[in-house]
């Protein structure tokens, strides 16, 4: 039985084809992935699935990568491969954070532009037009004018 999904490896919620093969797989199967970080990227992950697979009796095997639940050496590389999946996640999201922190400071991030003065808004508010008629009026949407009514106050309505 062939199974693909495509979906983050970074965690298992919302994996639904690896749930049903977790459920699914017996006692002598073998579950077959292509490489380690394709079925997880953290640690916890895949000793989570490793953990589950050898409860039912069966084994883990990757086809371009030389790991073989079944054998002490594969299962000592399968939890360096494990480590080094892992790792190369967290330099990537480091790498990531530091990209944004940096476009940040250089003012890349400005939000968007303002479609309509706030101060129109409160005044057509204040001239007794409703939220409905204020966004008609400045074709946007009655939520913007409810945001822009509402800041300042504590109850955000």
Do not use: H
């Not at 490896?9 to 049903?20: F, M, P, Q, V």
């Not at 292509?34 to 084994?59: E, M």
């Amino acid at each position: 039985m062939i199974r693909e999904e495509k979906v983050t490896g970074t965690t298992r919620s919302g994996r639904k084809e690896l749930a049903t093969i977790l459920d699914f797989i017996r006692a002598g199967d073998v579950l077959v992935v292509t490489r380690i970080d394709r079925l997880a990227r953290s640690i916890g992950d895949l000793q989570d699935v490793v953990r589950t697979l050898k409860a039912k009796g069966a084994d883990l095997k990757a086809t371009e990568q030389p790991i073989d639940t079944s054998t002490a050496v594969g299962k000592a590389f399968l939890d360096m491969l494990g480590v080094f999946a892992e790792f190369e996640t967290n330099l990537r999201r480091e790498r990531q954070l530091e990209g944004i922190a940096q476009a940040k400071a250089e003012g890349a991030y400005k939000g968007g532009q303002r479609r309509f003065d706030r101060e129109t808004v409160r005044a057509m508010f204040v001239a007794g037009q409703g939220p409905a008629a204020i966004a008609k009026a400045l074709r946007c949407s009655w939520m913007q004018v409810y945001r822009v009514l509402g800041e300042g106050t504590s109850s955000g309505a």
